[in-house]
């Protein structure tokens, strides 16, 4: 009996050993180290690397027994993007990669992450001087998160348990010419929107820092969220900071504007961001792995939660704001997709300048405070002139009609 007893505790133990340990630092490193090498040549959207990160992203997830959730019975779903490269546009091909864990159950939990990067510097958005032609392999951004999609889906897919929800997991392209990926499955969904419980989003999770902690956003966007992660995250003693908002620069958005729950994790940014300098050596491989024993427990208390999580809206305050140093905003999500002159409305923050201006989602805004909007950078530089308090007229067009409004920032 004492013998059996020994060997009770000892297996015990040792199913509490693995289960701390079930995400593996080594094995992030692998999947990051190949995905962010010049192979992949920084994964571009619509481009050979992009169409090899894709190929070995569906491989995985075949190899774990997800489904192919994509278009046609395969785990692609294509989609038509227009390129600018060097002032000419291009038509072109890009994919969402989706596996479908279908655990027979009505709703569903959607887990994703953007895998494309910004390639060889033509599509824009490199904040490396002379760039042109320099492979960004984006290890941080995003080769971690791609990588904590791929094995969430190991794990999920591996622990021999029927959860009470199916999980989808994508892997997003065109997220850095303007979440066109997500944009493009919420519009096009591969199963019901109204099936989808909650959306969990990994952009930037390779660089955590103890002492800074970790980045959540969409916390207001379900009252579950708060009962959910406090304490799992003092068990796991990761320190974090919250944002309420359901709007930002990565793929949750699609799914917040749809009246989907939502969560994003981030270590935050560095100098590294959109540079060549984005390298796999300065990935914490260890510390992701605990990033991702946490979103494994918040899925796990999420799917255990006798009912689903509940929409709440909680827009951004610094909605089309790209960096903290403006001092004003409209409030507003540009449609990044747009390729005519001005500046697209996509969403429109509640009780912010646009919403109480009258400027409603679908809006394109071609004059702000007497400048012409031709760009999002013709935007940008109004806001970095203006002050809080300040009144300045906005010109748009709403279908083919002209409308001007008092905007107050």
Known sequence: MKKLFFLLVLFS?????????????????????????????????????????????????????????????????????????????????????????????????????????????????SLSPDSKNLIHNGADDNASGTTGVIELAKYFAGNSVKEKHNFLFIGFSGEELGLLGSKYYTESPTIPLKSISAMINMDMIGRYNAEKGLIISGWGTSAAWGKIIPDLAKKQNIKYTIDSSGVGASDHTSFYLKDIPVLQFFTGTHSDYHKISDDSDKINAGGEANILKLIAGVLEKLDNEKQDPGFLPAGNPHAGATTSNFKVTLGVMPDYSFSGKGLKIDAVSKARPAEIAGIQAGDVITKLAGKTINTIYDYMDVLGDHEKGEQVEAEFLRGTETKVVKVIF
């Open 13 to 125: 133990t040792s199913c509490q050993w693995s289960a701390a340990q079930i995400f593996s630092a080594s094995d992030i490193k692998k999947h990051v180290d190949l995905l962010a090498s010049d192979a992949f040549e920084g994964r571009g959207t619509a481009t050979l690397g992009e169409i090899k990160a894709a190929n070995y992203l569906a491989d995985l997830f075949k190899s774990a027994g997800l489904k192919a959730a994509g278009t046609n019975g395969t785990y692609f779903q294509p989609f038509q993007v227009t390129i600018g490269i060097d002032g000419f546009p291009h038509q072109m091909i890009a994919r969402n990669v989706i596996g479908f864990l279908d655990n027979g159950a009505e709703k569903t939990i959607v887990v994703g992450g953007h895998y494309d990067h910004l390639g060889k510097g033509y599509q824009s958005g």
